[in-house]
Nanobody, 124 residues
C-alpha cells in the first residue's frame, strides 16, 4: 500500500513557474517508478513525465520537454515536478502515481496507486 499526496498547485500567469511535489508513504519509496499525469476539463488524462526508481531515467511528453523537470529525493520520499515557462494549455489537474513493475511507462493503467491531484491554472 502506498499513499500519495500532491502539493504545489495554484494559479500562475503564463510564463511563470510552479513546483509540484508528490509525497509518498507506505512501501519503500526507492523501489518504484513515479509518474505524473494531467487532465484538463473535457479532455482525457495525459501522461506528463516519469522518473525511475533511482532518478537516473526520466521521460517527458513532447509538449513539456525543455520546460518541465522531474527529480526525486528518496530520503525524503518525494518527487518534484518543476514546471517553467508555463502556458495556458498546461492548465489541468496534475496527479502523481506509482508503478511497481516498470522503469517507466506513459500508460495510466500500468500505475498501481494514485494521488488525489492538485490543480494547476495558467492564465493568459
Amino acid at each position: 500500500q502506498v499513499q500519495l499526496v500532491e502539493s504545489g498547485g495554484g494559479l500562475v500567469q503564463a510564463g511563470g513557474s510552479l513546483r509540484l511535489s508528490c509525497a509518498a508513504s507506505g512501501r519503500t519509496f526507492s523501489s518504484y517508478t513515479v509518474g505524473w499525469f494531467r487532465q484538463a476539463p473535457g479532455k482525457e488524462r495525459e501522461f506528463v513525465a516519469a522518473i525511475n526508481w533511482s532518478g537516473g531515467q526520466t521521460r517527458y511528453v513532447d509538449s513539456v520537454k525543455g520546460r518541465f523537470t522531474l527529480s526525486r529525493d528518496n530520503f525524503k520520499n518525494t518527487v518534484n515536478l518543476q514546471m517553467n515557462s508555463l502556458k495556458p494549455e498546461d492548465t489541468a489537474v496534475y496527479t502523481c502515481a506509482v508503478d511497481f513493475h516498470r522503469a517507466w511507462s506513459n500508460r495510466g493503467y500500468d500505475y498501481d496507486y494514485w494521488g488525489q491531484g492538485t490543480q494547476v491554472t495558467v492564465s493568459s
